[in-house]
């Protein structure tokens, strides 16, 4: 069970880090954008973020934005000591590779967050295949089926969007259960595999078990798109494995009014 911080603000992640209940954060373009804008620095139109097709002077501006954002990331990740998920704002083929080889370079503080389509698997096998294994969030799943693509990717986190769901009246939690219990049965069978393959190939154990180990690190649940405590205290319930939140929701965790009574009067 862990919370992470759903923020892109320094001044966030230097204040829940000092209390040790943050145990990774996740950012988005908008959390980026906002973030860059209170500190003012300027904010860009995620539109002009596509560089398919566009000039060699708004590349170029795209990349320098995009490194900017990596840099940040890396602050944060450097003030929390865990790693920090960041997601590109345009998701053709081209600017998901660009954005990934810069998350690979940044491999041991960063996350590489996409959206489950066709570019973004694509875009992580090319990165996989070329450059080398990077840690995945496979970001707006909103139901079992996008996970159940997310785990043959092989991707390290698997992002249900509760709010949003409910916002339409779907049950994130079911879909928190029974993604949860696929992972579950996936991880049993790998485990026996693993098991009844090593002991007939003793002589290849060590290259199986890395092999196995980076294409199937165990896949974890986070729920994202929180909204309120009780989406915390249902999330855990159902079987995710982190709940990221944003600052606010963390601060009412700590809030009970016969806390604050007691205070005063013990
Ligand atoms: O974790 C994803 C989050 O930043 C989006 O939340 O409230 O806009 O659905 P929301």
Redesign the pocket.
Known sequence: MKLFL??AEIEEAKLFSKFGVIKGV???P??MSDSFGKIGKQTTNQSNYDISGTSKDAKSSVEERYSEEINHAIEISKITGTKVSVQPSSYDYESIVGFGKLVFKNRNNLILKVPPTFESFEAVRYIRKNLGFIDVNL?LCFSVNQAILGMQLGVQYI?I????LE?QNENPFEIIETVKCLIESQQLEEYGYMNSYISENKEQECSLDKSIALEHKNTEI?A????SSRHVRESFKSGADIV???GKIIRELFNHNLTDKAIKSI
């Open positions: 759903d923020s996740t950012t988005n908008k959390l970001t992002s969007f509760v709010g949003r916002d986070i994202a798109s929180i909204r990221t939140t944003p």
